[in-house]
């Protein structure tokens, strides 16, 4: 079955710096790759997503990128802000609208 | 709309006893989730309905039941709950059409089994 791993498990950046999380995968087949950004003792929500007929995809200061030669895909962070302090999760769907998370990436934003 | 809820918040059992968590979804979606939360492991996939009157197990099943009641509700049951089962339980929902695969998550409910 499908199996993501993501990167780093922490992350600490200065506020206004740009901050970067990796995740790879093993089924090819897997078309569809969300993000989720987790706020303490919240639910997870969705802040962008690909799918794997697209290379790059931006929203203001976030964007995501899909390799699908190399299966990773990357979330891009800039001008961090202190409320971007969050539990970041990617996830893979290797369909039937399925989702495999990886183990998620703890972001600190210091002012 | 109310979007996915979740009941109950919090829930305290001892070792043996059983539970039944609610979920309900209010966006006409076709497909709903069970997902548990532990630290360190992300979210694990219990149960899910891709449409109203069917179920298939995920990664984590063993020790829960699943009812898909009609297409809103969906529901877990724990029959005689472990320690191990101590964790956040999300339930989500997805659509149809293009956008099947986006899932929306409730807010969840902390449990605790002593």
């Known amino acids: 079955g499908e199996n993501v791993e993501q990167h780093p498990s922490t992350l600490s950046v200065q506020e206004g710096d740009s901050a970067v999380i990796k995740c790879t995968y093993s089924?090819?087949?897997?078309?569809?790759f969300p993000w989720y950004k987790q706020e303490l003792g919240k639910r997870p929500q969705l802040i962008i997503d690909?799918?794997?007929?697209?290379g790059e995809k931006k929203d203001q200061r976030i964007a995501v990128t899909l390799n699908k030669t190399a299966k990773h895909f990357s979330l891009h962070i800039t001008e961090t802000q202190p409320e971007d302090s969050a539990v970041y999760f990617c996830?893979?769907?290797?369909?039937?609208?399925?989702?495999?998370f990886g183990t998620g990436t703890r972001l600190l934003v210091s002012p | 709309n109310a979007g996915v809820t979740q009941t109950p918040k919090f829930q305290v059992l001892k070792t043996g006893q059983s539970m039944t968590l609610q979920c309900a979804q209010d966006?006409?979606?076709?497909?709903m989730y069970w997902y548990r939360q532990d630290p360190g492991m992300g979210l694990r996939l219990i149960y899910y309905?891709?449409?109203?009157?069917?179920?298939d197990k995920g990664e984590v099943p063993n020790g829960y039941n699943v009812s898909r009641l009609n297409k809103r509700e969906f529901s877990l049951r724990l029959e005689s709950a472990a320690p191990s089962q101590t964790s956040v339980y999300f339930c989500?929902?997805?659509?149809?059409?293009?956008?099947?695969?986006?899932?929306?998550f409730g807010p969840g409910t902390r449990l605790t089994v002593l």
């Open positions: 309905s891709a449409s109203e009157g069917t179920t």
């Open positions: 989500a929902s997805s659509g149809m059409g293009p956008l099947a695969d986006t899932q929306y």
């Open positions: 690909i799918r794997s007929n697209v």
């Open positions: 966006m006409n979606h076709n497909s």
């Open positions: 089924d090819s087949a897997s078309n569809y």
């Open positions: 996830a893979a769907s290797p369909g039937f609208q399925k989702l495999v």
